[in-house]
Nanobody, 117 residues
Framework: QVQLVESGGGLVQAGGSLRLSCAAS????????MGWYRQAPGKEREFVAF???????TYADSVKGRFIILRNNAKNTIYLQMNSLKPEDTAVYYC???????????WGQGTQVTVSS
């Protein structure tokens, strides 16, 4: 059974940084596409970034140049390094795992990120 567990969320001031982690178990991690999504109150879940099995990355325009997605296959873990945070980055952040780009089969429970102005 696949499990994804996020951690690292919290409260930070605008301009600050946070690093989220997502630990995966129950799957062949290295062959999967891993992604980060977020959902702000009253809004739909939106794409943040993904990383392929080969390490290719793609970012939403809203986070490009500020966020970095990384993966450590030895630890079955992905990370989201978030820099220059803005209040509009406030959301619950979810990691997801899939085989095909944009199609995710498994989701974590989410971790709250709050950016104060």
């Amino acid at each position: 059974q696949v499990q994804l567990v996020e951690s690292g969320g919290g409260l930070v001031q605008a301009g600050g940084s946070l690093r989220l982690s997502c630990a995966a178990s129950g799957s062949v991690f290295r062959i999967n596409i891993m992604g980060w999504y977020r959902q702000a109150p009253g809004k739909e879940r939106e794409f943040v970034a993904f990383i392929s099995s080969g390490g290719t990355t793609t970012y939403a325009d809203s986070v490009k140049g500020r966020f970095i997605i990384l993966r450590n296959n030895a630890k079955n873990t992905i990370y989201l390094q978030m820099n220059s945070l803005k209040p509009e980055d406030t959301a619950v952040y979810y990691c997801a795992q899939g085989v095909f780009v944009g199609i995710y089969d498994y989701w974590g429970q989410g971790t709250q990120v709050t950016v104060s102005s």
